[in-house]
């Protein structure tokens, strides 16, 4: 059974790195490529990037200079680490598995909110 | 970036009709190994966003046939007929053509 489940901080102060991990189950990392995907409350959908399955990363051109994402394939963990928040990055963080689409199992996702 | 307009915002539909979601790319989603890459998804009240078609009208595993998607180029539309309770959210529409991914704005469907 395949799951992945998000943690990390809820509250994160303005300027700060935020640091999330998605730990996955029923599914190898070397053979699984994994998405962040965030969505600020009552808004919409955007794809952070993706590790894929041999460890390369790509990211969205928009949040790329801020964005970083790795593994740890031993703990079947993935991690996120985006600088210098802003109140606008207030947002559900996602993980799931898929590269650029067919994002078939997602985990519940995980609330930061960004302020002082 | 390519921008996904979906329409409408919202959808108010009696159960047991169809319901008709447009979504339209500011370019064209097919890629040159002749594959379109538009999907579609729902996101259930308090959930994650579930997967539910794949390169524009392919319903993946466990999807209904009740929901058929078609289109080509930069329209596209996702019908659902027959609306049942369950088919109660938002529906976003998805394209991997072009970098980076997007997400459509949404529509919403509600239950008369």
């Known amino acids: 059974q395949v799951q992945l489940k998000e943690s990390g901080p809820g509250l994160v102060q303005p300027s700060q790195t935020l640091s999330l991990t998605c730990t996955v189950s029923?599914?190898?990392?070397?053979?699984?490529?994994v998405s962040w995907i965030r969505q600020p409350p009552g808004k919409g959908l955007e794809w952070m990037g993706v590790?894929?399955?041999?460890?390369?990363?790509d990211y969205n051109s928009a949040i790329k200079s801020r964005l970083s994402i790795s593994r740890d394939t031993s703990k079947s963990q993935v991690f996120l680490k985006m600088n210098s928040l802003q109140t606008e990055d207030t947002a559900m963080y996602f993980c799931?598995?898929?590269?650029?689409?067919?994002?078939?199992?997602w985990g519940q996702g995980v609330m930061v909110t960004v302020s002082s | 970036d390519v921008v996904l307009t979906q329409t409408p915002v919202s959808l108010s539909v009696t159960l047991g009709d169809q319901a008709s979601i447009s979504c339209r790319s500011s370019?064209?989603?097919?890629?040159?190994?002749?594959?379109?890459?538009l999907e579609w998804y729902l996101q259930k009240p308090g959930q994650s966003p579930q997967l539910l078609i794949y390169?524009?009208?392919n319903r993946f595993s466990g999807v209904p046939d009740r929901f058929i998607g078609s289109g080509s180029g930069t329209d596209f539309t996702l019908k659902i007929s027959r609306v049942e309770p369950e088919d109660l959210g938002v529906y976003y529409c998805?394209?991997?053509?072009?970098?980076?991914?997007?997400f459509g704005s949404g529509t919403k469907l509600e239950i008369k």
């Open positions: 590790i894929w399955s041999n460890g390369g990363t």
């Open positions: 029923g599914l190898s990392l070397t053979s699984n490529s």
């Open positions: 390169e524009v009208s």
């Open positions: 799931a598995r898929g590269v650029h689409g067919l994002f078939d199992y």
């Open positions: 998805f394209q991997a053509t072009h970098d980076p991914p997007t």
């Open positions: 370019q064209s989603l097919e890629y040159s190994d002749g594959y379109t890459y």
